[in-house]
């Protein structure tokens, strides 16, 4: 019963076109799901897909205004089938996204699971619980680390 109902989750997600979809309406559909569902979406080209459409949208989330002067590089660390890398960086009142590990030294690195990485990005997981479950691991800068949110526009489900 279970894999039949995850079966049907990843078929109507696959079936989406996530360039449509709302980031609100995007919350609302990993709030709906469980840790192991969202675990179990996210496979192959749909993982792809997904990553591939919330990295592409941090540029249009991110508030200059809140971050200022800041200058930093995130590191993103998302593990699952596959360690996938992405970084953020902000400077000068801009957000640039890169896939993949550069050469720069990162100010902060988060390390997490697919599940765990939806939950944030969707505005439906606390990272400061997060870190202190362990499902969110910080390397570097502690600090930005746990006010990285307030920098980008994060939908409420």
């Known amino acids: 019963m279970a894999d039949n109902s995850s079966g049907k989750v990843t ?17 609302r559909i990993v709030k709906g799901l469980s840790a192991k569902q969202l675990g179990e979406v996210m496979h192959g080209e749909l993982r792809t897909r997904v990553l591939g459409e919330v990295f592409g949208r941090m540029k ?20 699952g089938d596959t360690e996938v890398v992405y970084e953020t960086s902000i400077a000068d009142g801009t957000c640039a996204v890169s896939e993949g590990r550069s050469d720069a030294e990162p100010r902060t690195t988060l390390i997490m699971a697919d599940a765990e990485f939806l939950k944030l990005v969707s505005g ?22 746990s006010g990285l949110t307030r920098y980008f526009d994060i939908p409420k489900a």
Request: charged share 20%.
């Open 60 to 79: 249009q989330q991110f508030r200059p205004e809140a971050a200022g002067a800041l200058t930093a590089l995130i590191r993103w660390k998302i593990t």
């Open 11 to 27: 078929e109507e997600l696959a079936a989406l076109d996530f360039a449509a979809v709302s980031p609100e309406e995007f919350a």
């Open 124 to 145: 439906n997981g606390n990272p400061i619980t997060m870190f202190m479950m362990r499902k969110l691991k910080v390397a570097g800068d502690v600090g930005l680390a």
